[in-house]
């Protein structure tokens, strides 16, 4: 099938409360411009410097979101266009996208990474370490950044069980939070292979790559 339909059947089955990224880590511009050309206009990448390759050839009304790990040394290369950075995880990098965002004279937005998976891989906060973070003066003053929301990654399993548990862990987080920071409004969990499940426990934005644009090499 063809990207434009791959994409056509996952928007079919997406409530309308719920935003769709296209991750297009390591595929080419051409796969892009299918998606585009088909509606897409969010796009996720994992590496700053791929993303900024292709922010720089590809039509300036996309929004482009950073879901990896980031290094901070890389941050100021996407801070002039970088719409949303989702995978954030100490007050550190924070404040290198405040200190960045400012000299363009913007606002980025950020999710805190949580950590919900049992993998020792997976990256992310733990309950405790997030509301440090949204409660820190410190990151009080930063107004170069908006804290939107939370992410999280599934751990990788058959287990549906354990995964639709994880979800839910993230949205009682999230949920618990929302009551005291009401600029918590997204929840972005789901990928490919885990997002039907991820919409059913409460997620507001899913990361889906494979299932739109083939397997990556
Ligand atoms: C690669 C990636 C995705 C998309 O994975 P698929 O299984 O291809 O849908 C989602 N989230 C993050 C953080 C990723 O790195």
Not at 130 to 145: D, H, P, Q
Not at 175 to 183: L, S
């Amino acid at each position: 099938m063809s990207i434009a339909e791959n994409l056509q059947l996952i928007k079919n089955e997406l409530p309308k409360k719920v935003t769709l990224v296209a991750v297009s880590k390591t595929k080419p511009i051409t796969s892009i411009m299918e998606a585009y050309g088909a509606g897409q206009r969010i796009f996720g990448e994992n590496k700053i410097q791929e993303m900024v390759d292709k922010q720089l050839q590809l039509p300036g009304d996309i929004r482009w979101h950073m879901i990896g790990h980031l290094q901070r040394n890389k941050v100021k290369y996407m801070a002039s266009f970088v719409s949303l950075i989702h995978g954030v995880d100490s007050i550190k990098t924070l404040k290198e996208i405040n200190k960045q965002a400012k000299k363009h004279n913007r606002v980025i937005d950020c999710l805190l990474q949580a950590k919900i998976a049992t993998e020792a891989t997976k990256f992310g906060l733990c309950g405790i370490e997030i509301a440090t973070i949204l409660n820190s003066l410190e990151v009080k003053e930063f107004k170069n950044i908006n804290i939107v929301g939370l992410m999280g990654m599934a751990t990788f399993t058959d287990d549906k069980k354990q995964v639709r548990k994880e979800f839910n862990n993230l949205k009682v987080l999230f949920d618990k939070f929302k009551t005291n920071h009401e600029e918590l409004k997204i929840v972005s969990m789901g990928m490919s292979s885990d997002f039907k499940l991820a919409i059913e426990e409460g997620s507001t934005m899913i990361r889906v790559g494979s299932s739109i644009f083939g397997n990556r090499n």
